[in-house]
């Protein structure tokens, strides 16, 4: 449990043993791994509720690769408290622990806390379009599949970004129906929609990679292909040579002490030039 000011914010990272005065509810919905942005009650009269948020962090796939994914976590607004429930810490926790000291109510701090987790989300997302730029450098090369499943991380993480932003966006605009005066919560709204963009243009920008890349890979193999075929016709032209003249017929400068070399004179001379016939139509 991690306590800023008793008076206005308590904040409990499960698996922490919550007092029962927390609804279960509020638990319930910490706990859940797949629950949505939501809210209930948080009238304008009566300024009180449950507000549930996905913020986004970092971990790894199954590969060890980085990735980002979203998690819930749950604002229970009383009249003269926050509490806050998370299964992960929460982002941007010392800021918050800031805004508690200067906060005006439970409310204001749980949009303030709204706002951070939406700065965490264009933090990240810049983090993953900063790397999707360097990946332009590497597509031009691209041979193997490493790059392919870096990609496929970070896809998967902005599909968790656009789905959790989608819903966030949806929910901050019902709170500004009910609070259209408040200005942090505008705030917020800003930057969710940021965020948001932010996320759908660099999911766009990698789909657009990944394409490109099956295509880059492709195309290289094809030319190593290419180029192993053009390298076994000449080291085949040799063997010809040798076949012919090392049957036992009659064939020309068999006896001669000199028809060795006329014979290896002949079959390199005849692999340069099959080189470079290769060579001018762009095999190698």
């Given at each position: 449990m991690t306590t800023t000011d008793p008076t206005l914010w308590v904040h409990y990272q499960l698996p922490t043993t919550v007092p029962a005065s927390v609804p279960e509810a509020a638990l319930a919905a910490a706990q859940d791994p797949h629950e949505d942005p939501r809210f209930t009650g948080l009238a304008k009269a009566q300024p009180t509720g449950m507000l549930v948020l996905r913020a986004p962090y970092e971990t790894t796939d199954e590969n060890g690769r980085r990735a980002y994914h979203t998690s819930p976590i749950v604002l229970v607004v009383g009249e003269h408290q926050l509490v806050t429930l998370s299964a992960r810490p929460l982002p941007a926790a010392q800021a918050l622990e800031q805004a508690a000291a200067t906060a005006e109510s439970p409310l204001d701090l749980a949009f303030t806390l709204c706002w951070r987790v939406f700065q965490q989300y264009t933090a990240d997302t810049a983090a993953i379009e900063a790397v999707t730029r360097?990946?332009?450098?590497?597509?031009?090369?691209?041979?193997?599949?490493?790059?392919?499943?870096?990609?496929?991380?970070?896809?998967?993480?902005?599909?968790?970004?656009?789905?959790?932003?989608?819903?966030?966006?949806?929910?901050?605009?019902?709170?500004?129906?009910?609070?259209?005066?408040?200005?942090?919560?505008?705030?917020?709204?800003?930057?969710?929609?940021?965020?948001?963009?932010?996320?759908?243009?660099?999911?766009?920008?990698?789909?657009?990679?990944?394409?490109?890349?099956?295509s880059v890979v492709a195309n290289n193999l094809n030319l190593i292909m290419k180029m192993l075929t053009s390298v076994s016709i000449l080291l085949a032209i040799p063997?010809?040579?040798?076949?012919?003249?090392?049957?036992?017929?009659?064939?020309?400068?068999?006896?001669?002490?000199?028809?060795?070399?006329?014979?290896?004179?002949?079959?390199?001379?005849?692999?340069?030039?099959?080189?470079?016939?290769?060579?001018?139509?762009d095999y190698f």
């Open positions: 360097q990946m332009a450098k590497r597509v031009r090369d691209a041979a193997h599949n490493e790059l392919l499943y870096e990609i496929m991380a970070y896809e998967q993480s902005l599909v968790y970004f656009t789905a959790a932003l989608t819903h966030s966006k949806a929910l901050v605009a019902a709170l500004q129906d009910r609070f259209p005066e408040h200005a942090t919560l505008h705030r917020a709204a800003v930057e969710c929609g940021q965020a948001l963009t932010v996320a759908e243009s660099t999911e766009e920008i990698l789909d657009q990679y990944n394409t490109a890349i099956s063997p010809i040579f040798s076949g012919i003249w090392g049957q036992n017929t009659w064939l020309p400068w068999a006896k001669p002490t000199y028809g060795f070399w006329v014979v290896l004179a002949l079959s390199l001379g005849t692999a340069l030039v099959v080189g470079w016939w290769l060579h001018r139509k």
